[in-house]
């Protein structure tokens, strides 16, 4: 059974900085990605990185605060935030797609974890 467990999520000030983590068992993925959804909004493309973790891509708007990265003996992908802003709350979610797709669109990805909360105060 191929699961993806987020773990990591919390309430932080503005300012702060998270971690999130997400075990995939079952099976390795090429490219994973991080994506967020927020109350009323849609879901949003966060960060994406490849099998061997030398290509990321991040939203622009996120980078130089949010770095990806994975660990392949673990089987774990990795969310650093810094610099956590409180528009940044949201439920962050951890996708894999069994097609190798390194994409921004959650329409490629057919695995999903079932999210951590973060929650970031001003």
């Known amino acids: 059974q191929v699961q993806l467990v987020e773990s990591g999520g919390g309430l932080v000030q503005a300012g702060g900085s998270l971690r999130l983590s997400c075990a995939a068992s079952?099976?390795?993925?090429?490219?994973m990605g991080w994506f967020r959804q927020a109350p009323g909004k849609e879901r949003e493309f966060v960060a994406l990185?490849?099998?061997?973790?030398?290509?990321?891509d991040y939203q622009d708007s996120l980078k130089g605060r949010f770095t990806i990265s994975r660990d392949n003996a673990k089987n774990t992908v990795y969310l650093q935030m810094n610099s956590l802003k409180p528009e940044d709350t949201a439920v962050y979610l951890c996708?894999?797609?069994?097609?190798?797709?390194?994409?921004?669109?959650?329409?490629?990805?057919?695995?999903w974890g079932q999210g951590t909360q973060v929650t970031v105060s001003s």
């Open positions: 996708a894999a797609s069994s097609g190798g797709y390194y994409s921004v669109r959650p329409s490629a990805y057919d695995y």
């Open positions: 079952g099976r390795t993925f090429r490219s």
């Open positions: 990185i490849s099998s061997g973790g030398g290509s990321t």
